[in-house]
T-cell receptor, first 114, second 111 residues
Framework: NAGVMQNPRHLVRRRGQEARLRCSPM?????VYWYRQLPEEGLKFMVY????????ESGMPKERFSAEFPKEGPSILRIQQVVRGDSAAYFC????????????FGPGTRLTVT | QKEVEQDPGPLSVPEGAIVSLNCTYS??????FMWYRQYSRKGPELLMY????GNKEDGRFTAQVDKSSKYISLFIRDSQPSDSATYLC???????????FGAGTRLTVKP
């Protein structure tokens, strides 16, 4: 059983470009969470999605960031017009049962904005 | 005051030592408690998941939750160099989407 898959693993973007981060949850998991991790800091919740629905986006900046989890295909975290402060590791996690239950993390995408 | 406090270390111990990692928290409503291990430049790996106060053991790892003191611990017995990693505590409210993480404690086990 493959774990949570994320791609790309490393992404370099210039300021003003768009970044698209992909996450395929574990088989049978329909709950996906996105987190951001800055150096020397803990993981910060961004958004929680179920298939075709955004359940909670309270941790996501209101501008430039969006997320989706379509009926078919991976979940996408999209960052428009990236700035240097967006440089971080972005992790997604999936869960079989939703809030409060164990979450399994992917390897992360390291975004560098130059 | 942060909602979840965790000493970042670094913590260095000799191989075979017992390691104690701790977190304190301020929100008494947290009900789910987890410990993750994160190797450098990798994703966090779930080690332990507990729901109630008390102890939970899994191999060399024991998780302890004291809700009255708002304090959780992870003990590692017979520590190995392969245990060298950053350990993150995490906790969540019942039916809440926003899992809160500690900043992580960096552990090095020296052969």
């Amino acid at each position: 059983n493959a774990g949570v898959m994320q791609n790309p693993r490393h992404l370099v973007r210039r300021r003003g470009q768009e970044a698209r981060l992909r996450c395929s949850p574990m088989k049978g998991h329909s709950h996906v969470y996105w987190y951001r991790q800055l150096p020397e800091e803990g993981l910060k919740f961004m958004v929680y999605l179920q298939k075709e629905n955004i359940i909670d986006e309270s941790g996501m900046p209101k501008e430039r960031f969006s997320a989706e989890f379509p009926k078919e295909g991976p979940s996408i975290l999209r960052i428009q017009q990236v700035v240097r402060g967006d440089s971080a590791a972005y992790f997604c996690a999936s869960s079989p049962r939703g809030p409060g239950y164990e979450q399994y993390f992917g390897p992360g995408t390291r975004l560098t904005v130059t | 005051q942060k909602e979840v406090e965790q000493d970042p270390g670094p913590l260095s111990v000799p191989e075979g030592a017992i390691v104690s990692l701790n977190c304190t928290y301020s929100n008494s409503a947290f009900q789910y408690f987890m410990w993750y291990r994160q190797y450098s430049r990798k994703g966090p790996e779930l080690l332990m998941y507990t729901y109630s106060s008390g102890n939970k053991e899994d191999g060399r790892f024991t998780a302890q939750v004291d809700k009255s003191s708002k304090y959780i611990s992870l003990f590692i017995r017979d520590s190995q160099p392969s245990d060298s990693a950053t350990y993150l505590c995490a906790m969540a409210l019942y039916n809440n989407n926003d899992m809160r993480f500690g900043a992580g404690t960096r552990l090095t086990v020296k052969p």
